[in-house]
Nanobody, 126 residues
Framework: VQLQASGGGLVQAGGSLRLSCAAS????????MAWFRQGPGKEREFVAA???????VYADSVKGRFTISRDNAKNTVYLQMNSLKPEDTAVYYC?????????????????????WGQGTQVTVSS
């Protein structure tokens, strides 16, 4: 399985971006998928996750601004980011938790994910 993230870029504060993560492999619909990010000088942190059943969880810092979704026909997960802030500046990584998937309470734990994409840079200017 390989993950290919795209859609990053430079945007002004208050703007929007949509990240995409395309996955290879025939069983994508059974994966839990997530987005993490790592800002300059910071540790990698959880952003959002979507389970195989399409239920989603979000970090408090992005609730109400970001939306994670998936299109199983395209083997792709998306992260719609609205009302972007300078503190959202980071490299964004998508990750996959393949079956047997972890429990819901562990979705924010990066150790649950066994496949990672290469990252896409998001820069939000003030």
């Amino acid at each position: 399985v390989q993950l290919q993230a795209s859609g990053g870029g430079l945007v002004q504060a208050g703007g929007s971006l949509r990240l995409s993560c395309a996955a290879s492999g025939p069983t994508f619909s059974r994966y839990n998928m997530a987005w993490f990010r790592q800002g300059p000088g910071k540790e990698r942190e959880f952003v959002a996750a979507i389970k195989w059943d399409r239920s989603a969880v979000y970090a408090d810092s992005v609730k109400g601004r970001f939306t994670i979704s998936r299109d199983n026909a395209k083997n792709t997960v998306y992260l719609q980011m609205n009302s972007l802030k300078p503190e959202d500046t980071a490299v964004y990584y998508c990750a996959a938790d393949r079956p047997p998937v972890g429990i819901t309470s562990a979705l924010a734990n990066e150790n649950m994910y066994d496949v990672w994409g290469q990252g896409t840079q998001v820069t939000v200017s003030s």
